[in-house]
C-alpha cells in the first residue's frame, strides 16, 4: 500500500526553523517524484517544492524564497524540508504526495499533513 505520513511541524517564532519529514511506504522514493505543498485556511493549495531523484531535479516555489531546501534520504525512504528564517505567512499545514515528474498533473497519495505555525 502506498503511503506517505507527515510530521515534524510545530509552532515556531519569526526567524527559526523546522525540519519536516516525509515517510514513504510501499513505493521507492527513488522512483517517484516527491512534492511539498502548503494550504492555509480559506486560501488555495500552493506548491513549495519537489525533488525527483530519478531525473535528478529539484525544483522551489517562489514561497521558498531561498529559505527551503528538499532533500531524501533513500535509505530511510524518506523525504525532507529543511525550513529556515520562517515568517508568518508559511503557516499552513504543509503536506507531500507523489507524482511520476515534478511537471506532473496526477499527485497522489496525499499523507494527512503537518501543522507548521509561525508567530510574530
Known amino acids: 500500500e502506498v503511503q506517505l505520513v507527515e510530521s515534524g511541524g510545530g509552532l515556531v517564532q519569526a526567524g527559526g526553523s523546522l525540519r519536516l519529514s516525509c515517510a514513504a511506504s510501499?513505493?521507492?522514493?527513488?522512483?517517484?517524484?516527491i512534492g511539498w505543498f502548503r494550504q492555509a485556511p480559506g486560501k488555495e493549495r500552493e506548491g513549495v517544492s519537489c525533488i525527483s531523484s530519478s531525473e535528478s531535479r529539484i525544483f522551489y516555489g517562489d514561497s521558498a524564497k531561498g529559505r527551503f531546501t528538499i532533500s531524501s534520504d533513500n535509505a530511510k525512504n524518506t523525504v525532507y524540508l529543511q525550513m529556515n528564517s520562517l515568517e508568518p505567512d508559511d503557516t499552513a499545514v504543509y503536506y507531500c504526495?507523489?507524482?511520476?515528474?515534478?511537471?506532473?498533473?496526477?499527485?497522489?497519495?496525499w499523507g494527512q499533513g503537518t501543522q507548521v505555525t509561525v508567530s510574530s
Open positions: 510501499g513505493f521507492s522514493i527513488d522512483d517517484y517524484a
Open positions: 504526495a507523489l507524482d511520476d515528474h515534478c511537471s506532473g498533473y496526477g499527485w497522489r497519495s
